[in-house]
């Protein structure tokens, strides 16, 4: 057990050893398309499999006296697989800088808005952070399967200054809304200036401790490898793509398998009697006010 809060464990035996008795990395690019876990669903069916009916759920305190900080990020990293951004930067006197981040979602499209977390770090903040506030823009690649080895490579904490450009291979190229280099290399990118970066100092105040920060990016474009954009200029091909998202661990995730679910309009459920919503609703006349029909939203927003 280490005793500073901060260290995460990096050690993890004789990888090479446990790795080389688990079968090669399939490369095969199809992703095939399969029904839905449950087609049969209705509503009020709940969940699908009830095998662990009887099982009840733990709580945990995140913040009991002894509950440690590298439990919860444990728990956290384990229970959200998280998309990863690999996020090109430049500092004020023009150091570039590569770095990993899977506390990364988008969170709106009009404007199309990223968000990063980055976590403290004992020494110094992360460089990505500091670039990020000096200069104010950065290109965000998806990572995908092919350039994993390269992505990880450039997680390592090299002193500030030092790019991780050179020894993680990958090809650079420039932008056209930011200054700092796009990877040539990834499949789908996008330059982005920093709207605000928010420190994340809650329960911190005043305990001179470091504390994480979230950045929230506006994209200023969009890079898409020509054999992965649809005809339509609408669509990133999955297949091409290949995305990978963090698990818990040191573990990733792959897309290998895809289900496809149409998202439910409330006026077409209400008309299939099937389906059973209507009777659910209508069933408890005295908690449920009846719904009328000709004030059901509308579906405006198709994909969202
Ligand atoms: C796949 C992966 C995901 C990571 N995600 C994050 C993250 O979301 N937030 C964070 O602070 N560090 C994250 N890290 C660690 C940073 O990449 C690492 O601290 C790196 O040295 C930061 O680089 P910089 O100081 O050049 O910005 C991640 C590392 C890997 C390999």
């Avoid at 959200?80 to 996020?87: A, E, H, K």
């Avoid at 977390?117 to 092919?146: I, M, Q, Y």
């Avoid at 890079?223 to 091409?240: G, M």
Wanted: hydrophobic share 35%.
């Amino acid at each position: 057990m280490t005793s500073n809060p901060f260290l995460l464990d990096s050690r993890h035996g004789d990888f090479k050893k446990i790795q080389a008795n688990r079968p090669d990395f399939d490369n095969s690019s199809s992703v095939p398309v399969t029904k839905s876990p449950n087609p049969a669903w209705k509503y009020g069916d709940g969940t699908n499999k009830k095998p662990n009916e009887g099982l009840q759920a733990i709580e945990i305190d995140p913040y009991h006296p002894d509950q440690r900080m590298i439990s919860n990020y444990k728990l956290l990293i384990s229970g959200i697989p998280r998309p990863i951004s690999f996020v090109s930067t430049i500092s004020k006197d023009g150091k570039e800088n590569l770095a990993p981040f899977s506390y990364f979602q988008v969170v709106d499209h009009d404007p199309p808005i990223l968000v990063i977390g980055f976590s403290a770090r004992e020494s110094r903040p992360k460089d990505t952070r500091k670039n990020l506030l000096e200069t104010g823009e950065c290109v965000v690649s998806v990572v995908t399967e092919h350039m994993i080895e390269a992505v990880n490579a450039t997680s390592l904490d090299v002193p500030h200054g030092v790019s991780e450009w050179a020894f993680s291979g990958l090809v650079a190229t420039s932008s056209s809304t930011v200054k700092p280099n796009r990877v040539k290399d990834a499949i789908f990118s996008m330059e982005g200036k920093l709207l605000e970066m928010k420190q994340l100092d809650y329960g911190h105040e005043g305990d001179g401790k470091p504390h994480g920060a979230l950045a929230i990016i506006k994209v200023t474009r969009f890079w898409i490898r020509e054999d992965a954009l649809t005809e339509a200029r609408d669509h990133v091909d999955l297949s091409k793509l290949r995305p990978l998202v963090q698990l818990g661990g040191i573990s990733y995730g792959r897309v290998r398998e895809t289900f496809e679910l149409p998202r439910p309009r409330l006026e077409d459920e209400m008309k299939d009697e099937s389906k059973g919503l209507r009777s659910i609703l209508e069933g408890d006349a005295e908690t449920q006010p009846a719904l009328d029909p000709s004030k059901l939203p509308h579906e405006d927003l198709k994909h969202h």
